[in-house]
């Protein structure tokens, strides 16, 4: 944490807030104020010197733009200003641009993406990816959750190879990914630990084992609503862990666990995110898991039927972005190599 970058979050939701401490706080000081109100008593009494604020634009009583207003009366427009929305709409963009704005923040929140811009407009560098109590901490989470994961798997005869090959593919794929993110390079460490966030995307099926049991004897043919929980349960599954030393891999896997079922075109569930919001190791994850799904149940694993599964997949455009699909294209011989090795 940088000790001298305090930012101050304001706003009215309390989940939100929450969302945005648990990125912000990794690398700033964060205070937070739940209304407009309680931030310019901050502000107006200098109780604390700020480097920047998260302001929202829609609250009740006392909304953002009006914050906005009052700091400009104060003299205090020095202080950069990130506007969040759920929609940045021309009326608020055209209404907000009479102020000192830096950026808008939409919502839902994409964590790289808020701190990139952060980081840059503050001047602070990256930190380190991870200490050694992370990686340390990281790998007895992921020990554990194999552990459980593991024995509903054996109990309930589902194939472990479907969630290996998804999790061995997605750091051939991840490997490649600095060609279309720049900057973005992964060390070994960082490929495994995502890798293994991929083999865990559909735990919470362990969590619907027992519901669609019950459901089937109570209501006939419920189970369709049922499976689109598991994205849900999935996600609150791995976040029962708030050991801030396995906060990275909490928020890849539960991202993959919620939004490995979303589409590129926002037309996927339980959320219906889209574009630069839809994660890219997600993006892989889903792609990797219906690539498997259509190529393994074949008797025929070879290079014909993986053109001919890509060319499945690419009929169903907006599933994932044209980049990441073409991960999955260019990594045909890595691919095939694996199944060779391990199915003929």
């Known amino acids: 944490m940088d000790e001298g970058k305090r930012i101050l979050i304001v706003d009215d939701s309390e989940i939100d807030r929450t969302i945005l401490k648990s990125i912000m706080d990794e690398e700033f000081q964060v205070i937070e104020a739940d209304n407009g109100y309680s931030a310019l008593e901050l502000m107006l009494k200098k109780k604390v010197q700020l480097d920047a604020i998260m302001l929202d634009i829609s609250m009740p009583f006392l ?10 009366e104060n003299n205090l427009e020095d202080i950069p200003v990130f506007m969040i929305t759920a929609e940045a709409t021309k009326e608020n963009i055209e209404r ?12 839902p929140f994409n964590r790289e993406e808020i701190l990139k811009r952060v980081r840059a407009k503050l001047g602070v ?6 200490t050694k109590a992370d990686i340390d ?5 992921i020990a554990d959750l194999e552990h459980i994961y593991g024995h509903y798997l054996d109990c309930t005869s589902k194939d472990k ?11 051939i794929l991840l490997a490649k990914c600095p060609t279309i993110e720049k900057g973005t390079e992964y060390d070994n460490f960082q490929l495994w630990m995502i890798g293994k966030a991929a083999y865990f995307c559909n735990i919470g099926d362990m969590l619907l084992f027992n519901a669609q049991a019950d459901t089937a004897s109570q209501a006939g ?14 996600a609150e599954l791995i976040r029962l862990n708030y050991s ?6 909490v928020q890849i896997c539960s991202d993959m666990c919620l939004h490995h079922h979303e589409r590129y075109d926002g037309k996927g569930f339980p959320e219906g995110i889209s574009g630069k919001d839809y994660q890219t190791y997600t993006q892989i994850c ?12 074949s008797s025929r694993r070879n290079e014909l039927q993986f053109d001919y599964v890509i060319d499945q997949i690419r009929r169903d455009s907006g599933f994932v972005s044209d980049e990441v699909f073409s991960l999955l294209v260019d990594s045909k011989s890595e691919i095939m190599k694996y199944y060779n090795i391990n199915y003929v």
């Open 161 to 171: 190879g479907r969630d290996e090959r998804r999790a061995y593919f997605m750091k």
């Open 96 to 107: 907000a641009s009479q102020y000192n704005i830096t950026e808008f923040i939409r919502k």
């Open 244 to 249: 801030k030393h396995c906060r990275r891999f």
């Open 63 to 72: 909304d953002g733009l009006n914050v906005l207003q009052i700091l400009r």
């Open 221 to 234: 043919n419920a189970g369709g609503d049922i499976h689109q929980q598991h994205t849900v349960l999935g």
């Open 125 to 130: 560098e990256e930190k380190a990816a991870f």
């Open 286 to 297: 889903g792609l990797l898991e219906r690539f498997d799904d259509q190529f393994f149940k």
């Open 137 to 141: 901490e990281t790998r007895k989470y």
